[in-house]
Nanobody, 124 residues
């Protein structure tokens, strides 16, 4: 069974940077698009970014466009989320997810595999 394991979360000040990683346990998952979502307390899960199976295409949520960058390394079986210019409103649990498609997707319904999440806290 394929598993997703996130790492890299933590506490950072406003304007700082963090890099999240997500390791997937099966090389087979290199054929599928993957994404990052986040959920803040009391809010719905929000799309952050998605990358194509080969990392060639990406889509971003409006709130992170220009600040976050998603990448995929099929040799290392990992995806990354580089987060720059962090704001307090970026505070959330960040989830890595695996989709059923090869191209980037925004809808949670297109994702069938989820990690346990990693906490990101941005202090003001």
């Amino acid at each position: 069974q394929v598993q997703l394991v996130e790492s890299g979360g933590g506490l950072v000040q406003t304007g700082g940077s963090l890099r999240l990683s997500c390791a997937y346990s099966s090389r087979t998952y290199g054929q599928y698009a993957m994404g990052w979502f986040r959920q803040a307390p009391g809010k719905e899960r929000e799309f952050v970014a998605s990358t194509a199976w080969n990392g060639g295409l990406a889509e971003y949520g409006d709130s992170v466009w220009g600040r976050f960058t998603i990448s995929k390394d099929n040799d290392e079986n990992k995806i990354y989320l580089q987060m720059n210019s962090l704001k307090p409103e970026d505070t959330a649990i960040y989830y890595c997810a695996g989709s059923t498609t090869s191209l980037p997707v925004r809808d949670t319904d297109q994702y069938h595999l989820w990690g346990q999440g990693t906490q990101v806290t941005v202090s003001s």
